[in-house]
């Protein structure tokens, strides 16, 4: 006798994607359970970060729909960082954006390896690296359960890589979910358990 249905946190249905005049995808449907770790893969301009972004409700479909069952926190690959700001005063702006406390802002950059001037430095001073690791901090402040990541490891170095391993490892065990897109391979560590080649 099996057990009982993983629960649903996203669906796709019939989905298709442009940008501008031009289709990206057509009629994809997909649906995204608690536990499960999605990989969009495909080459520069195939459309992943546009799919996601329809998923996150940033952008809208040319044709079909989302249903968004759980709620959602979007890490974009360009980070979505004010430059004047230090990475916790743009973490603790996100909190407020998002009706969140701000209480873990701190725990949030010191477990993502931003300690001492690297916390408070304004963003621009900031190496890519550093950037990308004040962005995923969101993953930790937030208590959405569906994550959408474009480019999870983009300028990150080798030391980074346990840190959103864990992370996600972590989030699925709690009955989260995330999907992450890439044109490259994802390290073992953080390996999808599905894959949609676009």
């Not at 901090?137 to 346990?162: H, K, M, N």
């Amino acid at each position: 006798m099996s057990g009982p249905e993983p629960h649903i946190l996203l669906y796709a249905r019939d989905l298709s994607v442009a940008r501008g005049d031009r289709v990206l995808i057509e009629q994809l449907s997909l649906k995204l359970v608690a536990g499960e770790r999605l990989l969009l893969r495909g080459r520069n301009g195939a459309g992943k970060t546009s799919l996601l972004e329809t998923l996150a409700g940033v952008r809208a479909p040319a044709l079909g729909g989302v249903e968004r069952l759980a709620t959602l926190v979007w890490v974009g690959h360009r980070n979505g960082l004010n430059p004047g700001l230090s990475a916790e005063e743009n973490l603790g702006f996100w909190c407020k954006l998002n009706d969140l406390p701000d209480t873990g802002v701190a725990d949030a950059l010191k477990r993502m390896g931003l300690v001492g001037r690297s916390r408070s430095r304004p963003s621009r001073l900031l190496s890519t690296g550093q950037k990308r690791r004040a962005a995923i901090a969101r993953l930790i402040v937030s208590p959405a359960r569906l994550w959408l990541i474009d480019e999870p490891l983009a300028g990150l170095d080798v030391e980074a890589l346990p840190l959103v391993a864990d992370l996600l490892a972590a989030h699925e065990a709690r009955g989260g979910a995330a999907i992450l897109t890439t044109h490259q391979a994802l390290p073992d560590r953080v390996a999808p358990h599905r894959i949609i080649d676009l």
